[in-house]
């Protein structure tokens, strides 16, 4: 029987031989005082090709080789979880869910005006809310704790997640002009409180569902929250991107100086026979 | 002398008093009953809420605007359309407002559509509503010779359109659509010389049944619910009470 090289290994005494002709097996087993020569089977695919490439290849070549394999490996390693990291940060991003209050910042109860398409109503609900001390930023961060609340998914107002208010400036009224005449900056002097200027985004605007009634609800939304925690506001303006525009997405008059007013009261004198369904 | 000069002054003041309010009562004619004015809102390069992949609200708008009409006519009034099918450009609020407010309408109603929201909204003015908007200086409101500011023209008009929105809502809900009522802040509503409403339809959710507003029976079940509505309102409508009704044989 005769054994290919690179299959096993003959082992005959303690030493091994890479040659079957010095122990051949015969039918009658081994000859009295024949060496024992026993086949240790290896693995030619593997043992056989490191062999070559240990005996072909200078050693610091191979130590080279060693090194830059764990060195790919391990950016490999390193890619796969730079990758990870940055798609839950991109996640992070987009995700419009409000993030916890920091554990030293004390939350307050807010109430949000949340509309509805199904009724066309606006209903006021409290909110336990972080947000800064600055009155502008506060109102800023408060309407967009708002438009979140619409990007939740079971939200009865659906809007787009994503950044709407660029910024909210609160102006004393009333607001002087030096050219304006006399007459008109006297009645404008019976203007009282602060009027809110809000700086929406355009990407907001763009993204806003067109029709009467959701862009109403989203202005009366936006009006009676601020009525609601800021006592000083009593109008309110709507700028897209420090510019004024028409409509909020075709129909909502954006043109205008709202008063903020209680908006879930909704309007008492509309009501049909038989009600709403 | 003096008592001369006061004289004269007092009865030049009872006479400008007398003209400001002969032109105050011309500026708001009586309304012709026989006569509806219908927007179909958008047209032409604007095409409004895109209802979905194929269908534009302006498309809805005309549409519902036909059905309303030919039902209209049946009933023995005359319909005035602001915009017949698609203009060239982009029919302004201010030019459908002046087309509406040439004719004298017992009803004008302004049709939107909507991708969102449930059944049909119905909208009046806010004007003289809490929701009003704030008159930025004492110069755009003053009103020196009886005109009425562009701004406010529905002011006279806002109760009759409160009932006409109730009577048309009554109709919508006998008809079991889906019915929404709001005080709105649109054009050209504001700039309406007669009693207004804005009605927005939208998809109709029943349980889990969904009809679009592209659907024809919906349309016309919305179009006779509103032309049954405006039979009897054209019998209820009341003029302002500034107005002068003009005598037979004389013009409006």
């Known amino acids: 029987m005769i054994f290919r090289r690179g299959f096993g290994r003959f082992k005959r005494d303690g030493s091994e031989t890479d040659s079957p002709s010095e122990g051949r097996l015969s039918k009658d087993g081994p000859a009295q005082g024949a060496a024992v020569v026993t086949f240790v089977p290896r693995l030619p695919w593997r043992k056989s090709a490191i062999v070559q490439f240990e005996q072909s290849i200078p050693k610091y070549q191979r130590v080279l080789f060693y090194v830059l394999l764990a060195a790919a490996v391990l950016m490999g390693f390193f890619l796969f979880y730079e990758r990870t990291q940055a798609r839950d940060r991109l996640a992070a991003r987009t995700d419009a869910t409000p993030l916890e209050a920091p554990v030293s910042t004390s939350t307050e109860s807010f109430t949000l005006d949340l509309a509805s398409d199904e009724d066309g109503s606006v209903t006021p609900v409290q909110r336990q809310i972080a947000l800064p001390l600055e009155p502008s930023v506060r109102a800023r961060a408060l309407l967009e704790r708002l438009v979140a609340e619409y990007a939740l998914p079971d939200a009865k107002h659906p809007l787009a997640s994503g950044a709407a208010v660029d910024d909210v400036f609160l102006l004393k009224l009333p607001i002087a002009d030096p050219n304006a005449d006399p007459a008109t900056t006297a009645a404008d002097a019976g203007q009282e409180g602060e009027l809110a200027v809000i700086n929406l985004r355009s990407s907001f605007v763009n993204q806003h569902p067109s029709g009467v009634e959701v862009e109403m609800l989203t202005v009366l939304s936006m009006i009676g929250t601020l009525h609601a925690n800021f006592s000083d506001i009593t109008q309110v303006r709507f700028l897209v991107d420090g510019q004024p525009k028409d409509t909020l997405a075709g129909h909502a008059d954006l043109g205008r100086v709202y008063p903020a007013v209680d908006t879930t009261v909704g309007a008492a004198q509309l009501q049909p026979a038989g009600g709403t369904q | 002398m003096l008592w001369t000069e006061r004289r004269w002054t007092g009865v030049a003041a009872l006479l400008c008093t007398l003209t400001a309010g002969w032109v105050n009562a011309q500026s708001t004619p009586a309304f012709n009953r026989q006569v509806i004015v219908i927007d179909p809102a958008h047209g032409g390069t604007d095409g409004g809420a895109q209802i979905d992949d194929h269908l534009e609200e302006k498309d809805v708008t005309l549409a519902v605007a036909g059905r309303l009409r030919s039902l209209l006519a049946a009933r023995g009034f005359t319909v005035v359309s602001t915009r017949q099918g698609e203009p060239g450009g982009v029919l302004t609020t201010d030019q459908r407002a002046e087309t509406a407010n040439r004719v004298h309408a017992v009803a004008c109603l302004v049709i939107h559509a909507s ?81 207004a409403i804005s009605f927005e339809i939208a998809t109709l959710h029943s349980g889990s049944d969904a009809t679009p507003v592209s659907d024809e029976d919906y349309q016309q079940r919305v179009a006779e619910a509103i032309a049954g509505a405006l039979v009897l309102w054209k019998n209820q409508a009341q003029q302002p009470d500034f107005v002068t009704i003009p005598r037979p044989g004389g013009g409006a």
């Open chain 2, 115 to 195: 991708a969102s929201g449930n059944g049909v909204y119905i909208g009046a003015s806010a004007i003289s509503s809490p929701l009003a908007a704030v008159p930025q200086s004492a110069s755009v409101t003053r009103v020196s010779n009886g005109a009425v500011p562009w701004d406010r023209a529905q002011e006279a008009y806002i109760s009759q359109s409160l009932g006409l929105a109730n009577q048309v809502g009554t109709a919508l809900a006998r008809a079991k659509v889906p019915l929404a009522m709001g005080r709105v802040a649109m054009r050209p509503l504001d700039n309406l010389m007669c009693p």
